[in-house]
């Protein structure tokens, strides 16, 4: 048998044996016996709970135990008067068993009681529900009890004593049913035999005072307690901790309900004749009724204090940064606008360079650990009249109240140089950059000046900056962004776009060796518009992702054709520029290969550009270009030797083929710094397997020293500009008349 089932078993088989005592005869041996086998194996199935479950603390569980034991001693002392010496004493040594159990039964239920934390408003309710209950014990059970003549002093004493140490229990349970946090299954089936004790003692000892019935109908309320004793003991969650929380500020329906009958509990029992005639009842009712209206008010105090620190929370809450304490963006922008109201405040917001590949490589921990660090030096450096906020992410602003625009910039270059160094956390040293923009003034609205500041800020980090102060000319570049990805997006719906090729020769043989696809725009009114132009407007608004895959798909079916056409003649490889969006797409890899697929191109015969900034902060692109390489297609990377880390990608980024930049190929033909780092650059890429490809190659000379530096292919206008149909015959011809020259 489980040990998770076995209480089930012991219910189902308790209430059998219940069921099967009942039907005997009244008073008979066989079944007080039985009623003592049942008190008997409770108390053991307590114990074997103990030992099955192993609860951290079994002193409460041990003291039930023992209650439960010295009730049936009770009963078996009952017995032996009963029926041996044939006598019915009272009170009897049975009595001082049965009272003696109510003690052990209240310490175990008072050290439940103590594991479970709870408020104020927990107590106040437990005082609540025990004393409604309490005065109506008192008025049915306990005054008629103590009242009754014809008794000596033991027998007041004793009788006084089961009603007594009932309200002990009654208080207990309320405090039990009132305690903050969730209740176990166990606990649910502890508060059901108590609730059964208790309904057992108050029926013996109402039925005499009303009746001249016996208590024999008592006796299976009595075995049921102990059954449910034992059944508590016996599930497995009577080992678990109770939860702990607060629940006074929430209350439900039923807890409401529960206060509402406890209070109107007073009054209507004053609608009863007879106590509503007796001075001690009527005197009894006034005392329960104050007290239940002064615990009522407390309570009601009490969810007013509750409701108020709840709204303090809240309102700090939306106020402050949960990560950096500083203040939110919604405090922020009440600042700003008062200060408006009163001032000329300036608004310094900066933005984080590099922060996402922290979170990316490092995890979030880390990132958060980062932010708060840096917030931490914000509000050091910040001036004290100043309101220092994240804005959210990697953002941060500055509110200065009063202040000019030289003011606000001496403040933000400080604040660039404390930002900028270095920073420790999580046992790395990591360096972050900042773009930082700056507006402010009068006459402007909150939503203005932050527009404005943000404008400045990604201006600033367009270009390098690390300040940036807002002017009209933004705006106006932010228009023509604006109406520019508005004629991309119509270009490419009416098909506007170009892709042209430009030949990379192989020497000495001068074949062309491959082609690199560039895209062209024929715009209907501005004529040609440069890349220049409307790649990064493309980039911004997205729109690179469309277009990006439109080219490849172009340069992919195009190279087959030729492919088809020329035979051997034809290029070996096509090159398409990737952006950093088209990288940072999770199936770019799949978007590739279905063009790989739909053209029919060997993915061996197409090459993937990317630059250097692509890259650098790792993550999905890199994932994307171990993809790439896993199919086959080789990588390419582009200007070469102009990104302050080209070295270090060399070491994470899957390279095939290294682009050398133009910067470096211009003045080749020179002595001098460009020609020993051209001719370094090719010995990196020859050390490591890679090919090295010179781009911008404009003159014979040019090509001739590059040749001699060890260069085999070359790229740049001396072999022909970007076209959309190359005469690969005539760029063979031109490139081996260089050729020759160099032979010469």
Known sequence: MKQGRLWVWWLAGGLAAIAGQYVLREGSLTASLAYDTIGALSAAAILLGVRLHRPARPALWYLIAAGQIVSVLGDLTWEFYDNVLHLSPYPSVADAFYLGCYPLLAAGLLLLVRQRRSSVGDLIDAAIVATGAGLVFWIFVLHPVAAEAGRSVAEHVVSIAYPVMDVLLIALLARLFTSGGGRTPSVHLLVASIALMLTGDTAFAVIPLYSSAGTHPTDPIFLLSYVMWAAAALHPSMAARPATGRVSARVGPGRLALFGVCSLLAPALLLVPRIGQDPVGRLSVSIGAGALILLVIARMSGFVYEVRRRSAELAHAAMHDPHTGLASRRRFELALGEALTAGRPQVVLLGLNGFKNVNDELGRPVGDQVLSLLAARLSAAAPESSVVARMGGDEFAILLVSASADEARATAAQLASILTAPVVAGGH????????????????????????????????????????????????????????????????????????????????????????????????????????????????????????????????????????????????????????????????????????????????????????????????????????????????????????????????????????????????????????????????????????????????????????????????????????????????????????????
């Open 429 to 744: 040293e990591l360096y972050l950059g900042v773009a930082i923009g700056l507006a402010g003034g009068t006459g402007l609205t909150p939503v203005e000046v932050m527009r404005q500041a943000e404008a400045a800020m990604y201006a600033a980090k367009q270009t390098g900056e690390p300040v940036r102060r807002w002017t009209p000319a933004l705006d106006e570049r932010a228009g023509e962004f604006v109406r520019l990805g508005a004629e991309i997006r119509a270009a490419l719906d009416q098909d506007q776009f170009r892709v042209v090729y430009q030949p990379i020769v192989e020497l000495p043989s001068g074949r062309v060796a491959a082609v690199e696809a560039l895209v062209r725009w024929e715009h209907p009114v501005r004529g040609v518009v440069s890349p220049a132009a409307f790649i990064p407007v493309a980039e911004r608004n997205g729109l690179i992702v469309e277009l990006g895959e439109w080219i490849l798909r172009t340069a992919c079916r195009r190279l087959a054709e030729w492919r088809a056409e020329l035979g051997d003649a034809a290029p070996r490889r096509v090159s398409v520029n990737v952006s950093a969006r088209q990288l940072a797409r999770p199936r770019f890899a799949a978007t590739v290969a279905a063009a790989l697929a739909d053209s029919g191109l060997p993915p061996a015969c197409l090459a993937v550009e990317v630059t250097e900034t692509a890259v650098f902060e790792g993550g999905q692109a890199v994932i994307a270009l171990h993809e790439l390489r896993a199919l086959g297609v080789r990588i390419a990377l582009d200007d070469f030797g102009t990104g302050h880390s080209s070295l270090g990608l060399l070491q994470t980024v899957p390279v095939d083929i290294l682009k050398v930049d133009k910067s470096f190929v211009d003045q080749v033909t020179e002595a001098g710094r460009h020609t020993v780092i051209a001719e370094a650059l090719f010995q990196v890429s020859s050390g490591l397997g890679l090919v090295a490809v010179a781009e911008g190659v404009e003159t014979a000379a040019q090509a001739e020293a590059l040749h001699r530096l060890g260069y085999r292919y070359l790229q740049g206008y001396h072999y022909g500009r970007p076209v959309a149909d190359p005469d690969f015959a005539l760029t063979s011809a031109i490139a081996g008349q260089s050729t020759s020259a160099i032979a010469g």
